[in-house]
């Protein structure tokens, strides 16, 4: 029989963590107007860049920030793509995916001497660790990775719902050409938004690397893009929905790991597809449901509208 105790939460966050970070960069960008279904590549190209950086700076944190820039650059491309020249963004989007796994293990196999697997990292990031309080808390330990994911969530949220900016990113997202006529730069903010879209997953694929394990590996990210992105639709775009999808996501994950451990008759690699097909049912029944940005994954040209 497989029971959850206090002992499992740290390992939900790890798990989830990624897919969190993921999902704000999945959220920044729709938000904004701008379909990125390039997280996944994203990330891969920032896991490998934070477990190199991590490896050779011997600093988790100058690796986080690298992995970060890393996914920064590539969503530039896509910003180039898709607002300078009006490209299709699922096509861009996954040209990203193509390119980000394709990119990291060409230029692993360079720097490692022809390995498609850095060397593992010195150092990994540190954690948060709670004491026992009355006899009623066990003593765990949480990735400090997880709680900036939280606060970054908290963040986004305030910024959406709450400020100047975050109302014109959404104006920008539901009617770029009302936007315009008073005065906000659509281009520019969707440049701004993609590329801190890419940076977050960035961060994300950094966490798997620096955080859940010590190196990169070409399945160091194995879809989680993907579902991020998912979490993404299932949380109608919407910062806090999209972490509570994500933690759901983690939630499966720790079914899996826990059903891998006991006696069963369901082969291990059907256990091992349970948070992918958790994301197909959740697309099933609820992309109906949810309603993106009315300009997201539309073009924008300011002389046509």
């Known amino acids: ?91 861009s989007g996954t040209a990203l995916n193509l390119i980000g796994p394709g990119l990291a293990l060409f230029i692993s196999r360079l720097v490692f001497a022809g390995s498609t697997q850095t060397l593992t990292v010195s150092r990994k990031m540190p954690k948060i660790f709670s004491q026992e309080v009355s006899g009623i808390f066990r003593q765990i330990n949480i990735d400090v990775t997880s709680l900036i994911a939280l606060i970054i969530v908290i963040l986004f949220w305030f910024v959406l719902y ?77 910062p806090h929905r999209a972490c509570g999808a994500c933690l759901l996501f983690g939630f499966a994950q720790i079914l899996t790991v826990k059903l891998s451990g006991e006696k069963s008759l369901i082969p291990s690699q059907i256990i091992a597809m349970l948070p992918y097909v958790l994301t197909i049912l959740i697309l099933i029944l609820f992309v109906g449901k949810s309603v993106a940005p009315k300009a997201s994954g539309k073009p924008y040209n300011k002389n046509i509208c």
Request: hydrophobic share 50%; proline share 3%.
């Open 1 to 91: 029989m497989i029971t959850l105790t206090l002992d499992d939460i740290p390992n939900i966050l790890m798990y989830s963590t990624p897919l969190i970070l993921g999902a704000m960069g999945g959220v920044i960008s729709e938000r904004c107007g701008v379909v990125n279904i390039g997280i996944d590549g994203m990330m891969c190209m920032g896991a490998f860049t934070a477990a190199t950086a991590g490896y050779f700076l011997a600093n988790p944190w100058l690796g986080l920030l690298f992995g970060g820039l890393a996914g920064g650059l590539i969503a530039l491309l896509h910003a180039i793509a898709c607002v300078t020249f009006n490209a299709d963004q699922t096509i």
């Open 162 to 238: 709450k400020t100047k900016w975050g109302l014109r990113i959404r104006a920008v997202g539901e009617h770029p050409a009302a936007a315009e006529t008073l005065g906000i730069n659509v281009r520019v903010l969707r440049y701004a938004c993609v590329i801190m879209s890419g940076f977050f997953a960035g961060i994300g694929g950094g966490c798997v690397t620096l955080s859940t394990v010590s190196c990169f590996s070409p399945t160091s990210i194995s879809g989680q893009g993907f579902i991020a992105l998912a979490a993404v639709i299932f949380g109608k775009w919407m």
